[in-house]
T-cell receptor, first 114, second 113 residues
Framework: NAGVTQTPKFQVLKTGQSMTLQCAQDMNHNSMYWYRQDPGMGLRLIYY???????DKGEVPNGYNVSRLNKREFSLRLESAAPSQTSVYFCASTPDRTYNSPLHFGNGTRLTVT | QQQVKQSPQSLIVQKGGISIINCAYENTAFDYFPWYQQFPGKGPALLIAIRPDVSEKKEGRFTISFNKSAKQFSLHIMDSQPGDSATYFCAASISQAGTALIFGKGTTLSVSS
């Protein structure tokens, strides 16, 4: 069972470069999320998609765009990377947004922007 | 404004001891309080969760204690083991509104053998 798969696992970018982080889930979940994790800051929500065809901003959306390509895939794009975007990015999914739907996380993408 | 405050930032406990991690929240509309466990190089995974209509929930060695009037909840790990060494996150959400989880900043637990 793959669960939530994130690619790539590691990436180094130069300031100003762009890239797309890919996320796919095989659990037929409706809702998908992107979080970033920084030391001492916990997990902060960037964007989420409650269902296919919808996306909403989270706590720290600036500098990012997302696409819910289909029910399985939710991508995160950095148009012009900045050093402040150096972080570990986690994609997660849930069956729906009710209280008893735990988040299933991928193993993360570690991004360094120089 | 930080909506979920977690303490301590780090914790060292001897094998067999009790680990206690605390969280406090601001928003009285929160009605779902999970704890997530994260091992190095992995994503977080749900450990245990509670709703505010109960004051305590126990699953094995892990217990959540909830104090609605104080707007606080805590995770207790009994008989702590080296395999419990991980980062723990508390979180909260408003389930009726379907809001995304708000996480605390995390506690790094080290259990020494």
């Amino acid at each position: 069972n793959a669960g939530v798969t994130q690619t790539p696992k590691f990436q180094v970018l130069k300031t100003g470069q762009s890239m797309t982080l890919q996320c796919a889930q095989d659990m037929n979940h409706n809702s998908m999320y992107w979080y970033r994790q920084d030391p001492g800051m916990g997990l902060r929500l960037i964007y989420y998609s409650a269902s296919e065809g919808t996306t909403d901003k989270g706590e720290v959306p600036n500098g990012y765009n997302v696409s819910r390509l289909n029910k399985r895939e939710f991508s995160l794009r950095l148009e012009s990377a900045a050093p402040s975007q150096t972080s570990v990015y986690f994609c997660a999914s849930t069956p729906d947004r009710t209280y008893n739907s735990p988040l299933h996380f991928g193993n993360g993408t570690r991004l360094t922007v120089t | 404004q930080q909506q979920v405050k977690q303490s301590p930032q780090s914790l060292i406990v001897q094998k067999g001891g009790i680990s206690i991690i605390n969280c406090a929240y601001e928003n009285t509309a929160f009605d779902y309080f999970p704890w997530y466990q994260q091992f190095p190089g992995k994503g977080p995974a749900l450990l245990i969760a509670i709703r505010p209509d109960v004051s305590e929930k126990k699953e094995g060695r892990f217990t959540i204690s909830f104090n609605k009037s104080a707007k606080q909840f805590s995770l207790h790990i009994m008989d702590s083991q080296p395999g419990d060494s991980a980062t723990y996150f508390c979180a909260a959400s408003i389930s009726q509104a379907g809001t995304a989880l708000i996480f605390g900043k995390g506690t790094t637990l080290s259990v020494s053998s």
